[in-house]
């Protein structure tokens, strides 16, 4: 089974600040990762999709890149309304797996 | 537009049964493979079962649940026996066209698994 390795667990940032979130496959995926936000009582929403292409209506401040088993995800101007948990999910091959989760406090 | 309905969960002892179903519509049923995925309080989300022509399991619950279809009605299904309380979760379907996946989610079926 493919391990996905998330860090941080939680985080803490002002508006404005720049956020990184990290992945770690424990082998290789090519690009076959997605990168979700879930916010407390709703369905997980798709930001970023094969590595890198930005999910349609998700706003450009969001952006992802990695390729193989390193993948970060980039809020390169964090927003109020960015709270929420973060998760990777491989899809190279059976079983799916996600990352543990970020989850994303504003100070 | 896409449109998924989850339906199905509610309180169960442990070791009961429960059966979800997933309404779909905006799509082309028949033609896409479709997933379930949970999350249980306080946890993170987990991949639970995927049927395309084959289906797939998390070991998890390998052997306990069963997904299946029915493309006349455009319902996904999951069969959920020999429940335990780890079970308990919010479920989530999603369809995957290619490999596109989980672009689109229901607002999932809450699980509780409790006596």
């Known amino acids: 089974d493919i391990q996905m390795t998330q860090s941080p667990s939680s985080l803490s940032a002002s508006v404005g600040d720049r956020v990184t979130i990290t992945c770690r496959a424990s082998q290789g995926i090519r690009n076959d990762l997605g990168w979700y936000q879930q916010k407390p009582g709703k369905a997980p929403k798709r930001l970023i999709y094969?590595?890198?292409s930005l999910q349609s209506g998700v706003p450009s401040r969001f952006s992802g890149s990695g390729s193989g088993t390193e993948f970060t995800l980039t809020i390169s101007s964090l927003q109020p309304e960015d709270f929420g948990t973060y998760y990777c999910?491989?899809?190279?091959?059976?079983?799916?797996?996600f990352g543990g989760g970020t989850k994303v406090e504003i100070k | 537009e896409v449109q998924l309905l989850e339906s199905g969960g509610g309180l169960v002892q442990p070791g009961g049964s429960l059966r979800l179903s997933c309404v779909a519509s905006g799509f082309t049923f028949r033609t896409y493979a479709m997933s379930w995925v949970r999350r249980a309080p306080g946890k993170g989300l987990e991949w639970v079962s995927t049927i395309s022509g084959t289906t797939y399991y998390a070991d998890s619950v390998q052997g306990r649940f069963t997904i299946s279809r029915d493309n006349s009605k455009n319902t996904l299904y999951l069969q959920m026996d020999s429940l335990r309380a780890d079970d308990t979760a919010v479920y989530y379907c999603?369809?995957?066209?290619?490999?596109?996946?989980?672009?689109?989610w229901g607002q999932g079926t809450l699980v509780i698994v409790s006596s």
């Open positions: 094969a590595g890198s």
């Open positions: 999910l491989q899809h190279n091959s059976y079983p799916l797996t």
């Open positions: 999603s369809p995957r066209y290619d490999n596109n996946w989980f672009e689109y």
